[in-house]
């Protein structure tokens, strides 16, 4: 059964750190990995989708990497922003196509100006 | 076409009582997946339409819950009888096939 944990759980930084936010998965045999912005009480907005047969993806100051073979990616936030304050979310979605996403619990930030 | 809306955005409601919520995709999406998060956890998903056909759901699914799609456009989510436990945040998300997955804003249930 796939499984999806982020690391940490909560973090905190001064405005322009850079910083790297961490998702691991149990099955390799991924379809494609998204990434998710939760500000509190509100939906989900997309960030960044990678495929299975990529590396990384990139918009604007975010950056994702994907190593699927050892069940991790990474979300890199460059010259954080206290507008950056939010939940991220990863989540993959196994190796069949139309199946659900499977979520981490999410990594809550917290950018102090 | 401005992105998934659900509708009510919060529904308070006394335990034993029927509740249904709307979700409209973005018009050209074929896929529609109805998701539960509760305080502190990741989106659970709950269910998964392929145009008008349910092809998938999760075993939190109870007797309690149904949900529809007719005509493969918008979609409805029912809980009956509700419980306490049924307190959440009620997502849809609407996507193409290979395409993001597009959240709607949510519908926050209160069961008091």
């Known amino acids: 059964k796939q499984e999806v944990t982020q690391i940490p759980a909560a973090l905190s930084v001064p405005e322009g750190e850079n910083l790297v936010l961490n998702c691991s998965f149990t099955?390799?045999?991924?379809?494609?990995l998204q990434w998710f912005r939760q500000d509190p009480g509100k939906g989900l907005t997309s960030l960044l989708l990678?495929?299975?047969?990529?590396r990384e993806q990139t918009s604007g100051r975010l950056n994702a990497s994907l190593d699927k073979s050892s069940g991790r990616s990474t979300l890199y936030i460059a010259a954080s922003q206290p507008g950056d304050s939010a939940t991220y979310l990863c989540?993959?979605?196994?190796?069949?196509?139309?199946?659900?996403?499977?979520f981490g619990k999410g990594t809550t930030l917290s950018v102090s100006s | 076409d401005t992105g998934v809306s659900q509708n009510p955005r919060h529904k308070i409601t006394k335990r034993g009582q029927n509740v249904t919520f709307r979700c409209d995709p973005i018009?050209?999406?074929?896929?529609l997946y109805w998701y539960r998060q509760t305080l502190g956890q990741g989106p659970e998903f709950l269910t998964y339409?392929?145009?008008?056909?349910?092809?998938?759901k999760s075993r939190l699914l109870s007797d309690r819950f149904s949900a529809e799609r007719p005509k493969g456009s918008f979609s409805t989510l029912e809980i009956q009888r509700t419980e306490q436990g049924d307190s959440a945040m009620y997502l849809c998300?609407?996507?193409?096939?290979?395409?993001?997955?597009?959240f709607g804003q949510g519908t926050r249930l209160t069961v008091v």
């Open positions: 990678i495929q299975s047969s990529q």
């Open positions: 989540a993959v979605r196994p190796h069949q196509a139309g199946t659900a996403l499977i």
């Open positions: 998300a609407s996507r193409n096939e290979g395409e993001w997955a597009f």
């Open positions: 018009s050209e999406h074929n896929r």
């Open positions: 339409f392929q145009n008008e056909a349910q092809l998938e």
């Open positions: 099955d390799s045999a991924i379809y494609n």
